[in-house]
């Protein structure tokens, strides 16, 4: 068969894509690391039909290009449509975390890298793994500290060489900084959203879902993290301008 069909009627989620088979009408729900091998956004992926009945061929397209933490955060519409309020919370927690990751990536790994004079492939992944076992062991609360603190005090790095003093200078213990210093920055937009991440209580909520407590958050509870956590996190990440892309680095004059 040389024209296989596509499939028009899709949903994506961070973990999955989920279609309607276009020859017989059923879902196929198709998992990034199992089923599609990838993580990429699929943007043209040929696939069988996972109804026995079926299995034939069609395409692929149309995925979401957000980064990871946005791709979490939509993910949550459809768990509070399912009543998953536990599993809401947890995911609006695990995007900060994954958001903070995003940042020093950007700050300390792909912005140095694209204006390093030599751009050597083997420094960054050196770099890269030196970040990785920096930070892995932090959890939602240092790198909230961190993060800030990094906004607050740091200075970006011009090349690889400094970024690498700057991740081996790595604080093992931080804490937030003062309003004050905060608002020091005098950016009227960048300001209310760090006092706001800075008071965000998402993390000890995950905390008491995941304990022994195994805490129950009502919807009310969970649409009103989901609506801080996407308040935060998305006017953060335009006015950042963090993508999960080196090339998109690269590119930028």
């Known amino acids: 068969m ?8 899709r949903h994506t989620s961070y973990e999955n894509f989920v ?9 196929s729900i198709f998992n990034r690391a199992s ?16 109804s026995v009945e079926c299995g034939k061929p069609f395409c692929i397209v149309g995925d979401s290009v957000n980064s990871p933490h946005e791709m979490l955060i939509f993910d949550c519409y459809e768990l509070i449509e399912r009543k998953h309020y536990m599993n809401c919370i947890l995911s609006l927690t695990q995007a900060y975390e994954v958001f903070f990751s995003l940042f020093f990536r950007v700050e300390l790994l792909y912005k140095p890298f694209s204006t390093d004079p030599d751009q050597e492939l083997a420094k ?5 793994e030196a970040l990785y076992e920096k930070i892995k062991k932090y959890t939602f609360t240092p790198m909230q500290a961190m993060f800030l ?17 700057m991740v081996a200078a790595l604080p093992e213990c931080q804490v937030n900084p003062k309003d004050a210093a905060i608002e020091s920055l005098g950016d009227g937009k960048l300001v209310p959203l760090l006092k706001a991440l800075k ?15 195994a805490y ?31 090339n998109w680095y690269m590119r930028k004059p």
Not at 19 to 27: A, F, L, N, T
Not at 149 to 165: D, H, M, W
């Open 2 to 9: 040389d024209n296989i069909p596509i499939a028009s009627k």
């Open 19 to 27: 279609v309607e088979c276009p020859w017989c009408g059923k879902e």
């Open 35 to 50: 089923d599609l091998c990838t993580f990429e956004p699929i943007t043209g992926h040929d696939v069988l039909c996972q």
């Open 124 to 128: 960054l992944n050196q770099l890269s």
């Open 149 to 165: 603190q990094y906004i607050v005090t740091g200075r970006s790095p011009k090349n690889l060489l400094e970024a690498a003093a």
């Open 199 to 213: 008071a965000t209580s998402i993390h000890r909520m995950r905390n008491r879902v995941v304990h022994k407590q």
């Open 216 to 246: 129950r958050p009502t919807r009310e509870e969970t649409e009103a993290a989901l609506k801080e956590t996407r308040s935060i996190l998305f006017p953060l990440t335009s006015h950042l301008q963090l993508y999960d892309d080196i």
